[in-house]
C-alpha cells in the first residue's frame, strides 16, 4: 500500500516537472515590464471615450454651420467688435455717472450765476457720456484686436499677451501727443494689464 502510494507521488511529481518544463518552454515568464507597456505604455490599445459608451448623453457631432459660427466667433475681428460694443456701453455709464458727479455740469463759463436747467445738465451729462464711450470703445476695440492678433502669432495664451497688447495700444494712444507721451503710455498700459492679467490669474 505504501510503496503504491509512493508510486503515485512520484509520478505526479513527474507530471508536475514535465508540465512546468513544457510550459516554460511553450511560453516566456511574463515580465513585470511588459505588462506596463500594456497597460499603460505604447502597446496601450487606445479606446474611443464617446459619452454614449461611458454610461452618458450621446452628444451629436456639429454641423458645418455650427463649426462655421464657432470659427466666427473665435476670431479676432469678432472678439474686437464685442470689446467696441462693451468698452462703448462701459464708458457711457462711466460717463453719465462722472457727470452725475460733478457740481459744474450744466454751468455756463460766460454767466456762472445762472442756475442750469435740467434739460441742460442732461445735455451735458450725454455729452460726457458719448464721449467716454467713444473713447472706451476705441480702447477697448485695439486692445482685444491686438490681443488676439499677438495670441495667433505666438501660439499661446498667457500674461504676456496682454502685455503687449497693452503696450502696443497705450502707446498708439499717447503717440498722438508726442513719442514720449507714447513711450510713457505703451510702460503704463502695459504695467496695467500685467497687473490685472495677475489679479485674475
Known amino acids: 500500500m505504501a510503496a503504491s502510494t509512493g508510486a503515485a507521488n512520484a509520478g505526479s511529481s513527474d507530471l508536475q516537472g514535465l508540465a512546468s518544463d513544457g510550459s516554460s518552454m511553450d511560453s516566456p515568464p511574463i515580465q513585470y515590464s511588459v505588462i506596463l507597456e500594456h497597460l499603460i505604455g505604447d502597446k496601450r490599445p487606445v479606446k474611443e471615450l464617446s459619452p454614449g459608451i461611458m454610461g452618458?448623453?450621446?452628444?451629436?457631432?456639429?454641423s458645418d454651420e455650427q463649426k462655421m459660427i464657432e470659427r466666427g466667433m473665435e476670431s479676432c475681428a469678432f472678439k474686437a467688435v464685442l470689446a467696441c460694443v462693451g468698452g462703448f456701453v462701459l464708458g457711457?455709464?462711466?460717463?453719465v455717472f462722472t457727470a452725475?458727479?460733478?457740481?459744474?455740469?450744466?454751468?455756463?463759463?460766460?454767466?456762472?450765476?445762472?442756475t442750469p436747467s435740467a434739460r441742460e445738465v442732461l445735455k451735458d451729462m450725454g455729452q460726457r457720456g458719448m464721449s467716454y464711450a467713444k473713447n472706451f470703445a476705441i480702447v477697448g476695440a485695439m486692445f482685444s484686436c491686438t490681443e488676439c492678433i499677438i495670441e495667433s502669432h505666438r501660439?499661446?495664451?498667457?500674461?504676456?499677451?496682454?502685455?503687449?497688447?497693452?503696450?502696443?495700444?497705450?502707446?498708439a494712444i499717447g503717440f498722438r501727443a508726442g513719442l514720449k507721451a507714447g513711450v510713457?503710455?505703451?510702460?503704463?498700459?502695459?504695467?496695467f494689464s500685467a497687473a490685472i492679467e495677475y489679479y485674475l490669474r
Open 100 to 114: 452725475g458727479i460733478d457740481t459744474n455740469v450744466g454751468f455756463d463759463p460766460k454767466d456762472p450765476l445762472k
Open 92 to 95: 457711457g455709464a462711466f460717463g
Open 184 to 191: 510713457l503710455g505703451c510702460g503704463g498700459f502695459a504695467a
Open 56 to 62: 452618458g448623453l450621446p452628444v451629436p457631432l456639429k
Open 155 to 171: 501660439g499661446k495664451s498667457d500674461w504676456q499677451n496682454a502685455v503687449y497688447s497693452g503696450c502696443v495700444t497705450g502707446g
